[in-house]
Nanobody
Framework: QVQLAESGGGLVQAGGSLRLSCVAS????????LGWFRQAPGQERELLAVVSWSGGNTYYTDSVKGRFTISRDNAKNTVYLQMNSLKPDDTAVYLCAASSSSNVRDVPQKEAQYDYWGQGTQVTVSS
């Protein structure tokens, strides 16, 4: 079992920045790709970014490319999401998730591939 805990959400004005963190605990000795998702009220969960266990490979959905950066520190069992140029449309609950993988370079892009989920942190962007 892996437990994930997000932090760093809050209220920010449009054009501002936030840095989300997600700390993993439990069976962190295995290799996991880590992803950030978000879910706005009445909308489906959306994959934003993924980083491989090695940290060498990343994936971004088009809506956040150039604005968001995902990174990880395996020594701290932490994944980060740096969010710049935030827009009101970015308002949502942001969740991190872990996908067990035998390939340290995998960047899973399907929600069903993720085994563990955090509770989420609210991000609200005002106009």
């Amino acid at each position: 079992q892996v437990q994930l805990a997000e932090s760093g959400g809050g209220l920010v004005q449009a054009g501002g920045s936030l840095r989300l963190s997600c700390v993993a605990s439990g069976r962190t000795g295995s290799s996991y790709a880590l992803g950030w998702f978000r879910q706005a009220p009445g909308q489906e969960r959306e994959l934003l970014a993924v980083v491989s266990w090695s940290g060498g490979n990343t994936y971004y959905t088009d809506s956040v490319k150039g604005r968001f950066t995902i990174s990880r520190d395996n020594a701290k069992n932490t994944v980060y999401l740096q969010m710049n140029s935030l827009k009101p449309d970015d308002t949502a609950v942001y969740l991190c998730a872990a996908s067990s993988s035998s390939n340290v370079r995998d960047v899973p892009q399907k929600e069903a591939q993720y085994d563990y989920w955090g509770q989420g942190t609210q991000v609200t962007v005002s106009s």
